[in-house]
């Protein structure tokens, strides 16, 4: 069930004021359950005004605070529990009751409200034209009208997009989990290389090292790793895995002068990057075609320095004396551990997000809303 929270808020706050309304007429006469009504109104309207009011009312006072409306729909309870106690005179006694009695409400009302409001979920589809640059394009997802047909809430947001131009559904949250499982697999299955089997090269693996049978499984596909290549290890879901970072070394400088301007670099530290420009290398890049004249910048960290703009990256590391220049450090590939199996994949740093289904092309992505 999904009901918008603005329109259940605007209820409850009816039934809210008509509680107060019913106060007002029937409270001095005699009628001993008002504290059974107080206690309902107070509940209903301390959090949603909390949830409605408190970053407008309390950001000026406590700008950094992340639990406004909370802190404020606290107040307003508080003080109406005291506000009502006060005007009817009553006893400390009367004041536990009627706040002990609210306080059940805004729990019931938070667990409902859970239960019933908005996930805030959209799957949008968006469905390419043929003729489109994405057509020939082989970084997709392929998926069979079968595999289609395992997942309704997949199913139904591309059926909806192509066949009635909806593209924005709002799926069981359940379901487009199952289904968002399904599509991360068919992302990682579609990066798949090549396969090797030697136990010596998981061995090597876990001590970073790329074993000569791991480097030949690559070199003999044409997919060559520079003599710079290193192994980082990660895990996912309780699966070995691997990721191959690379770097290409383009040439070394050998310039005290220069060397001596680098040393006198500040080093970044906790995470503050202290930025400076130094024309004499920044020339030598441009010369060889790495850098345009524009804003570059260097930073440093012990030994090392990063030269950069917006578009390139590259790092300089003193080695032996030397200064080498190597590319940007590039995640280049993954290994996993799959079935007694080393499996080598395409790196990803997210699952694809375009499917192809029949002849037809579908780029899909979840949004939440607030």
């Known amino acids: 069930m999904v009901i918008n929270v603005e329109y259940l808020a605007a209820g ?6 008509s509680l107060l309304a019913v106060l007002a007429r029937y409270g001095n006469k005699g009628f001993r359950g008002d504290w059974l009504i107080a206690g309902v109104a107070i509940g209903i309207l301390s959090p949603i005004i909390g949830l409605l009011m408190g970053g407008p009312i309390l950001h000026f006072l406590y700008p950094d605070g992340p639990f406004a409306q909370l802190v404020l729909g606290l107040l307003i309870f508080i003080f109406s529990c005291i506000c009502y106690t006060y005007i009817k005179k009553e006893s400390s006694g009367f004041l536990l009751k009627i706040m002990v009695f609210s306080f059940a409400v805004v729990i019931f009302l938070a667990f409902a409200m859970s239960l019933t409001s908005d996930t805030g979920l959209n799957i949008i589809v968006e469905k390419i034209p043929v003729g489109s640059q994405i057509n ?76 000569p049978a791991l480097r030949n499984g690559f070199e003999s ?16 879901q309780e699966i070995n895995r691997w990721n191959i970072i690379d770097k290409m070394h383009l040439f070394d400088i050998k310039d005290t002068e220069l060397e001596n301007e680098l040393d006198k670099v500040e080093i970044t530290y906790g995470g503050v990057r202290k930025e400076t420009r130094i024309p004499k290398l920044e020339q030598i890049f441009t010369d060889r075609g790495l850098l345009s004249p524009e804003e ?21 590391k003193k080695e032996n004396g030397i200064l080498k220049v190597y590319t940007k450090e590039k995640w280049t590939y993954e290994i996993w551990k799959e079935n007694g199996k080393l499996n080598i994949y395409k790196a990803r740093s997210y699952p694809l997000d375009i499917l192809k289904i029949a002849e037809n092309y579908y780029r899909i992505y979840q949004q939440w809303e607030d």
């Open 136 to 211: 020939g394009f082989d970084d997709y997802i392929n998926i069979t009208e079968k595999e289609l047909d395992a997942y309704p809430v997949l199913k139904k947001a591309i059926i909806e997009c192509r066949d009635l131009n909806n593209c924005n559904s709002r799926p069981n949250i359940e379901e487009w989990m199952i289904a968002r499982t399904f599509l991360e697999k068919k992302s990682h299955e579609s990066g798949y290389l090549f396969s090797i089997m030697d136990e010596s090269s998981e061995a090597d693996l876990n001590q970073g090292i790329l074993s």
């Open 12 to 17: 409850l706050i009816a039934v809210a004021i």
């Open 221 to 236: 596909r044409g997919l060559l790793l520079s003599e710079n290549a290193f192994i980082s290890q990660a895990s996912y």
């Open 296 to 316: 570059n910048t260097i930073y440093r960290v012990p030994e090392n320095w990063i030269i950069f703009n917006d578009i390139v990256e590259y790092g300089i």
